[in-house]
């Protein structure tokens, strides 16, 4: 798995013709769950923290 900017990943879908689904977080099982099952079917995914999650891990 890699992290890339979200300009980049668009483009890269744009040019495949291809979509990206994004998510938002809850919790580390969320963020697990959406990236293994991103993993298995090799489809980039796009993550946003929720207020559950930005609570928890004090994210600003």
Request: proline fraction near 2%; charge should be negative; charged fraction near 20%.
């Given at each position: ?37 991103a993993d298995e079917t090799e ?15 004090h994210l600003n």
């Amino acid at each position: 798995m890699s992290i890339d900017s979200l300009t980049n990943l668009l483009n890269c879908a744009k040019t495949r013709n291809n979509y990206v689904v994004g998510f938002v977080v809850q919790g580390w099982e969320d963020a697990s769950s959406f990236v293994r099952a991103a993993d298995e079917t090799e489809t980039d995914i796009i993550l946003q923290s929720g207020p559950g999650l930005r609570k928890i891990c004090h994210l600003n």
